[in-house]
C-alpha cells in the first residue's frame, strides 16, 4: 500500500517547524541561531530532504502500477493528496460547491478517515495540504464565482481599481507620486521647467514621492448547514454561492464607502483628500439644490469627469427632479435626467446616479457624494478560504462552515490638490455638508 500521503503530511509537519523557527529568529532582532536552534534545522532540512527522495520513488512506483494494469489501492492515505497522474482534470474537480461541501462535511465528520482526493486537489500548494492546519481552500472555479459576485455586481466594488496580491504576500506598498499642488515648482511634487529667457542660471527640480501601505485585513462569515441541507448538494451550494457572496460583497463595499481603516479598508468618506462642500446658504433643512451639485461638481479633477459617479441615499432621489438651469426666455436645463429604459439609473451632470444602502441618512454628510473610483485601490488574496467544524453546533445537528476573504483598501489621494489657478482645492472624492 502507498503511503503517500503519510509522507506528504510528515513534510507539510517539517516544512511548518521551520517556517516557525525563522519567525521565531525573525521576531527578534540581531539575534541569530543558537547552536542547537542551527542544529535542529539541519537535522529538519536533511529529513526533508530524505522525505523529497521517497515520495518520487512513491509517486514513480505508483506510476508504474498503473501502467501495469496493477491495481491500486484507492482507500484514504493510498495515494498521494491532489495526485493527478492517470486521472484527467475533470476527476479532480467538484461539479458544484455544494459537492465540494459535502465533501469537506464527511471528512470532518470521520475524523479524517473519508477523504475525497478533489480536496486537496482544490487547495493551492496541492501537493502540501494539511487539513489540520486550516481547512481546505474553495476550488478555484468556485471560488472565482464568488470573486466575481463581489467585484463585477457590486456598483462600487466594480469601479475600484483592484489589485491581486500573490500568495505568500500579506500587503503591498506603491510608490506614489507626491503631488498636492499644481502651482509651478509643485507638479510631480517638485518638477519645473523653465523658457530658457526666464533666468540667467536654471534650477535643478526633482519629484517627490511617498509610499502608499495596503494590508491585509480578514472578512470572515459563518454559515450553519442542517443535515437536511446537506443531503441535498445542489441547495447547500445556491445558499452558499448567494449567501456569502451578497454578505461580503455588501461589507466590502460598506469598508470602501465607509470602512475606518482600523482592521478594515479606509473608506473615502474617512479619506484625508475628502472634500465636503459647504450647502448652499438657501438650502432648507434635508434637500438639495442646483447650487449644491454645481459646487460639488466644481471641486470634481477635470480628469476624474469621465469615471465619476453619484452615489445617493435613496431618499435624496426626490430632490433631483426639481434641479434645473436658467429661466426665463431662455428655458431651463434640466440637471437630472430620470431613469428611463435607455438609462436605468438616471443622470445627473452626465454621470450616473446611483442610489445605496451605504449612504448617510438625508441632510447629513455623505447622503449624496461624487466620487472617481479609479482612484481607490483594493487589495486582496485571491481565493476565500473555507474551513468547517461539526462540534461548534453537535445539539443543533448542525454544520458549521466559515469562509474568510483578506482585503485592504484606500484612496490614491492623501490630500486635495490645489489647482495652477484658483483657490478652490480638488478631489476624487466629493461630499456635501449636513443641511439642518
Known amino acids: 500500500m502507498s503511503n503517500i500521503k503519510a509522507l506528504r503530511q510528515r ?3 517539517l516544512v511548518a517547524a521551520q517556517r516557525k523557527m525563522l519567525g521565531t529568529l525573525a521576531a527578534e532582532d540581531d539575534r541569530e541561531f543558537t547552536e542547537a536552534e542551527a542544529s535542529t534545522y539541519k537535522a529538519n532540512t536533511d529529513k526533508l530532504e530524505s522525505l523529497e527522495r521517497k ?54 465528520r470521520s475524523n479524517g478517515r473519508k477523504v475525497d482526493q478533489r480536496l486537496f486537489a482544490a487547495a493551492s500548494g496541492a501537493s502540501e495540504a494539511v487539513p489540520s492546519d486550516g481547512g481546505f481552500l474553495v476550488q478555484k472555479d ?3 464565482e464568488i470573486l466575481k459576485r463581489v467585484y463585477e455586481t457590486g456598483q462600487i466594488s466594480s469601479r475600484v481599481r483592484r489589485i491581486p496580491i500573490s500568495s505568500v504576500a500579506n500587503g503591498l506598498k506603491i510608490n506614489a507620486v507626491d503631488e498636492t499642488s499644481r502651482a509651478d515648482g509643485s507638479r510631480w511634487g517638485g518638477v519645473q521647467s523653465y523658457w530658457a529667457n526666464e533666468a540667467d542660471a536654471l534650477t535643478g527640480t526633482k519629484p517627490k514621492f511617498r509610499q502608499i501601505e495596503l494590508n491585509l485585513s480578514k472578512l470572515t462569515a459563518l454559515y450553519y448547514a442542517t443535515d437536511e441541507v446537506l ?12 449567501a456569502f457572496s451578497e454578505e461580503m460583497s455588501f461589507k466590502v463595499e460598506e469598508s470602501i464607502f465607509n ?11 474617512n479619506s484625508p483628500a475628502l472634500i465636503t462642500v459647504a450647502k448652499d446658504s ?94 481607490y ?60
Open 142 to 144: 468556485f471560488s472565482s
Open 259 to 269: 470602512g475606518s481603516g482600523a482592521g478594515q479598508p479606509l473608506g473615502f468618506m
Open 55 to 108: 515520495l518520487e520513488t512513491e509517486e514513480k512506483l505508483l506510476e508504474y502500477e498503473r501502467s501495469a494494469g496493477i491495481p491500486v489501492d484507492e482507500t484514504p492515505g493510498a495515494q498521494a493528496a491532489g495526485t493527478t497522474a492517470g486521472k484527467g482534470g475533470d476527476d479532480l474537480k467538484f461539479k458544484s460547491i455544494g459537492e465540494e461541501l459535502l465533501a469537506v462535511v464527511n471528512y470532518t
Open 231 to 242: 443531503q441535498d448538494a445542489e441547495a447547500l451550494g445556491a445558499i452558499f454561492t448567494e
Open 377 to 436: 485601490i483594493m487589495i486582496d488574496k485571491g481565493a476565500p478560504r473555507q474551513d468547517s467544524s461539526m462540534h461548534v453546533r453537535f445539539l443543533n445537528d448542525e454544520m458549521v462552515f466559515r469562509t474568510t476573504y483578506r482585503v485592504d483598501g484606500q484612496g490614491w489621494w492623501n490630500k486635495a490638490l490645489t489647482p495652477k489657478n484658483g483657490t478652490n482645492t480638488q478631489s476624487p472624492f466629493v461630499a456635501l455638508a449636513t443641511r439642518p
Open 282 to 375: 438657501g438650502d432648507s433643512t434635508a434637500t438639495v439644490s442646483t447650487n449644491d451639485i454645481l459646487n460639488m461638481w466644481e471641486r470634481l479633477p477635470a480628469r476624474s469627469r469621465a469615471n465619476a459617479v453619484w452615489f445617493i441615499n435613496q431618499d435624496v432621489e426626490k430632490s433631483l427632479y426639481p434641479l434645473t438651469l436658467g429661466s426665463g426666455s431662455l428655458g431651463q436645463i434640466l440637471l437630472f435626467t430620470p431613469p428611463n429604459t435607455n438609462n436605468p439609473q438616471g443622470m445627473l451632470m452626465g454621470r450616473p446616479v446611483i442610489p445605496t444602502e451605504h449612504n448617510a441618512t438625508l441632510g447629513t454628510p455623505g447622503d449624496i457624494v461624487l466620487v472617481d473610483l479609479a482612484q
Open 11 to 13: 513534510k507539510a509537519e
